[in-house]
Every structure is written in structure tokens, then in C-alpha cells.
């Protein structure tokens, strides 16, 4: 499909509950462990004010927002990279998705059981985080033992190979995350077919109450504090509530975030953060029929962004005409702005900006 971003996080800290709100895709809710046992997968439309202005000037039939998957993983206990709870298949499927949503519980509910009796937000983001360190050397270990078998052969490759894989376990092992060591590009290559859990990107969720989101509390500072640390983004969140406006058309539903003195979503944050935090951009294309956003990362060339349209585009590409966005606002026009010169013409080596409007070129 796309890029995946994993819900994850203690039992009972509110991680299916903020799934439901994002994805609509009703995942079971319970007040006792291990209620998610396979992943649920939500695919969210992009939240993208560029998108609405467009149409506005376009006029297409139909409009196509980006997106981007959601997957609901299963709490995560201690001694999870030891097989506990759902352990292996817990950590199997954080493998499998390209960033992290750390859900953390902050406030205080007596009617929903805390796995371990109270809330401590700094102890359940290092339970997580350790398990994900434990899990993440054990691979390490494993690719080490395969290299040093290897390394009989004399083979230079391999000798470097060794050597990032002790300086990855050394670090790992004073408890920091994958992606808090500096590596060269020749060193980030290798780390990346370890496909390390801690290596992935992460934001930091704050569940909260009505309360903490307005006024913040104790609990979302502390998780603040941290994720400064790690480089991380937090978004609070009053899961209960975006429940309860899920179901609410778009009217109702600015209406009473402007009640309450919110000018955006917490869910819209989440998504546009997901979208942030894997280095994505978006670019546009439309014909008679539509208007439609696209996905892809960061540095993308022009042809394979033409791939993720079709593959003929990436095969048969001769060029790409594009549109800056600021300047089609600007005109409102796009005859207009090919008579002012403002249609660029790329080949293949063009990487393609956020924002671009692009018209692929093609031998079928």
C-alpha cells in the first residue's frame, strides 16, 4: 500500500482508542491486556490545506487525498524480547512498519487497570524502549556471528562489516537507541538491512484527559522532557474525546474544537507528525477526471516518482513538466503561467520538491 506507521505502547494505555479515532476502522477496546493480539490496519487520508486550494482553482470531478497506513500492534509487556506476552510477534510486527507512535498513558482513571498498578510514564517508556533495545541486540548478535564465520575468507567487506556491528551492540548495550549513534552513509547502508526496531523513527503520544490537553499536567511534562532527549515530537491527545468527535461531520466537528479554544485536531497532528517523521513529501497530478496527491520520500527522482503512478511512467519516461504550487496560487492559472515561462521541463535526474504539480512525459 504505503508507508506504515505502528501504534505502540504499554496494555491499557489508550492505544486502540486513538486508533479508532484516526482510522474509524473500529478495533476491539478492552480493560485487560493483550485485547489486540493481530495488528489492524487503517489507511488516513492525509490532512492537506494545499490539496483544497488547488481544487479551488482546478475544478477537477474528483479529488484524491494522499495516505498513509495506521497499524494497531498488540501492548507490549516486560521481558517481551524473551518471548513474554506476545513477545516475539509483538516485536515482529513493529519490524514490519517504517515509524513508531509511542502511545503514553497520563492520566489517572481508576476504572482502567495500569499494567504495572500506577501512572509512571517515564518507567512505561523505558519498559518499551528496553525491550526494543534487548530485541535489537540479540540481531546484532546474530548478523555478528554470521560475519566473523565469514571473515575467514579475508574479505575486507567483511572485516568492516564486524566492526559496525561491535559498535552498534556496544552502543546498544548502554541503553541508547540504534538511532541515536552517528554512522557514516557507508555504515547506515549495513545498519539498515539489520532492519533494527530502534533505528525506526518514533513521536511520542500523550494520552491524556480533557484537562491535560487544555492545561497540560505533570505526566505530559515528563514525557516532554524525554523526548527532547531522543529527538522525538509529542503530541497530546485526549483519545476519549476524539472518539466521541470521530463521528461528527466536518462542521460539528470545527465547531466544537473552536469551543474549546483548539484550532486543530490531535488526530490531524498525529497524521501530518507520521507524515513528518518518515521524510515524506507530496506532489500533484491532474487530468479531466481528477485531482490527486501523491507520496514519496525526500529526494525522490522524477521517474520513480512517475512509478508510483504507474509503471509505464518510470519505464518509458522522456520528461516531467512541473508547477510550482506557490506559483499556480499566485496565477490561478496554469495557461497563464506557461505564458509568463513558468513551466519547467526536467529530465531524469530532476528530484522532486514538495508541492510540485507534475505532468510525466512517456514512450508506452
Known amino acids: 500500500m504505503g508507508f506504515k506507521c505502528g501504534i505502540v505502547g504499554l496494555p491499557n494505555v489508550g492505544k486502540s482508542t486513538i486508533f479508532n479515532a484516526i482510522t474509524s476502522a473500529n478495533s476491539l477496546i478492552g480493560n485487560f491486556p493483550f485485547t489486540t493480539k493481530e495488528p489492524h490496519i487503517g489507511v488516513v487520508n492525509v490532512p492537506d490545506e494545499r490539496l483544497n486550494e488547488l481544487e479551488k482553482i482546478i475544478k477537477p470531478p474528483k479529488v484524491i487525498p494522499t495516505i498513509l497506513e495506521f497499524v494497531d500492534i498488540a501492548g507490549l509487556v516486560k521481558g517481551a524480547s524473551k518471548g513474554e506476552g506476545l513477545g516475539n510477534q509483538f516485536l515482529s510486527h513493529i519490524r514490519e512498519v517504517d515509524a513508531i507512535a509511542h502511545v503514553v498513558r497520563c492520566f489517572k482513571n481508576d476504572n482502567v487497570v495500569h ?174 477526471k481528477e485531482l490527486r496527491a501523491w507520496t514519496v520520500r525526500k529526494g525522490t527522482r522524477a521517474p520513480k516518482a512517475g512509478g508510483k503512478i504507474h509503471s509505464d511512467f518510470e519505464k518509458g519516461f522522456i520528461k516531467v513538466e512541473v508547477v510550482k504550487y506557490k506559483d499556480l496560487i499566485q496565477i490561478k492559472s496554469e495557461s497563464l503561467l506557461k505564458e509568463k515561462g513558468l513551466l519547467e521541463v526536467h529530465g531524469k535526474d530532476y528530484i522532486v520538491q514538495d508541492g510540485d504539480i507534475l505532468y510525466f512525459r512517456f514512450n508506452v
Do not use: W
Request: with cysteine; net charge negative.
Open 115 to 288: 499494567s504495572y498498578g500506577s501512572v509512571d510514564p517515564k518507567r512505561d517508556i523505558e519498559i518499551v524502549e528496553t525491550e526494543l533495545i534487548l530485541k535489537d541486540i540479540e540481531t546484532i548478535e546474530k548478523n555478528l556471528s554470521d560475519f566473523e564465520r565469514q571473515a575467514k575468507s579475508g574479505d575486507k567487506k567483511i572485516k568492516h562489516n564486524i566492526e559496525v556491528c561491535k559498535k552498534l551492540k556496544e552502543h546498544l548495550s548502554t541503553g541508547k537507541l540504534a538511532r541515536m549513534l552517528n554512522l557514516d552513509d557507508e555504515e547506515k547502508e549495513l545498519a539498515c538491512t539489520f532492519q533494527l526496531l530502534t533505528s525506526k523513527p518514533v513521536m511520542f503520544i500523550a494520552n491524556s484527559d480533557e484537562d491535560g490537553l487544555l492545561y497540560g499536567n505533570d505526566y505530559i511534562r515528563i514525557v516532554e522532557e524525554l523526548a527532547v532527549h531522543r529527538g522525538s515530537t509529542v503530541i497530546v491527545v485526549d483519545g476519549e474525546m476524539e472518539c466521541e468527535i470521530a463521528d461528527m461531520n466536518y462542521e460539528e466537528r470545527e465547531k466544537f474544537l473552536n469551543d474549546l479554544g483548539i484550532r486543530e485536531s490531535s488526530l490531524d497532528k498525529i497524521i501530518k507528525q507520521g507524515y513528518f517523521i518518515l521524510d515524506l513529501i507530496t506532489f500533484y497530478t491532474h487530468n479531466e
